[in-house]
T-cell receptor, first 114, second 113 residues
C-alpha cells in the first residue's frame, strides 16, 4: 500500500478562522512533508519532519503551524491566513532509510481563503 | 532554485513513444535524478529515478548520459492518460533529514489522438 491520505479534500476559510489539514500514511515511513502549490506553479516545500521532529522549515510564516503527533500522522494548523495563501497543500512521506528514497504524495487539500 | 531545465511543453501522438528531455548540468556525484508527473489537480506521482545507469520499470525508461549532465524520460507507448506535467528533479539529500525535492517548471505533455 503506497497511499497517503489527506483530509479534507477542499476547505474554505475566512481570514479569522482556525482550521487544520490532516495527512496520514501507514507505510511505516519516518519522514513526512508539506508542500504548497499555487495555480500553474510547481510544488514548493514548506516543512519536513524526520522521526517526528521538525528537520526543515523553509521560512514559512508562523500562521502555518505543523505538527507530527506520531509517525503516521501529520497536521498543518492554519490561523489568520491571507487570501494569497489559497493553494493546493500536498503531503508526502518517504521511508528515510535510503539516500535515494522515494517520496509518495497524497492527493492534496485545495484551500480557499476568503 | 531548481537544478534542472525542461522544455515547457511537448506534444505526442497516442501510441507513439514520448521522449522528455531534462538538463541538469550542475548535478553532483551523489545526487539522483527523479521523475514525477502530475495529472491535473492531483498529487505528484513518482515515475522513476536513477543515479548513472539507465533504468526501466513498468511505467517508463530513464536514460542518463555518461557525463550525467542530462537525461531523457521515455514513455514507450503514450496514452491519453499520460497527459500531465512531468517534473525532472535532482534530489538534494541531507542524510537522515528527509530529502528536499525542488521542483522546476516541468514539461506539460499533451498526448493527442
Amino acid at each position: 500500500d503506497t497511499e497517503v491520505t489527506q483530509t479534507p479534500k477542499h476547505l474554505v476559510m475566512g481570514m479569522t478562522n482556525k482550521k487544520s489539514l490532516k495527512c496520514e500514511q501507514h507505510m511505516g515511513h519516518r519522514a513526512m512533508y508539506w508542500y504548497k502549490q499555487k495555480a500553474k506553479k510547481p510544488p514548493e516545500l514548506m516543512f519536513v519532519y524526520s522521526y517526528e521532529k521538525l528537520s526543515i522549515n523553509e521560512s514559512v510564516p508562523s500562521r502555518f503551524s505543523p505538527e507530527c503527533p506520531n509517525s503516521s500522522l501529520l497536521n498543518l494548523h492554519l490561523h489568520a491566513l491571507q487570501p494569497e495563501d489559497s493553494a493546493l497543500y500536498l503531503c508526502a512521506s518517504s521511508p528515510l532509510y535510503l539516500l535515494q528514497e522515494t517520496q509518495y504524495f497524497g492527493p492534496g487539500t485545495r484551500l480557499l481563503v476568503l | 532554485d531548481a537544478k534542472t531545465t525542461q522544455p515547457p511543453s511537448m506534444d505526442c501522438a497516442e501510441g507513439r513513444a514520448a521522449n522528455l528531455p531534462c538538463n541538469h548540468s550542475t548535478i553532483s556525484g551523489n545526487e539522483y535524478v527523479y521523475w514525477y508527473r502530475q495529472i491535473h489537480s492531483q498529487g505528484p506521482q513518482y515515475i522513476i529515478h536513477g543515479l548513472k545507469n539507465n533504468e526501466t520499470n513498468e511505467m517508463a525508461s530513464l536514460i542518463i548520459t555518461e557525463d550525467r549532465k542530462s537525461s531523457t524520460l521515455i514513455l514507450p507507448h503514450a496514452t491519453l492518460r499520460d497527459t500531465a506535467v512531468y517534473y525532472c528533479i535532482v534530489r538534494e539529500t541531507p542524510y537522515n533529514q528527509g530529502g528536499k525535492l525542488i521542483f522546476g517548471q516541468g514539461t506539460e505533455l499533451s498526448v493527442k489522438p
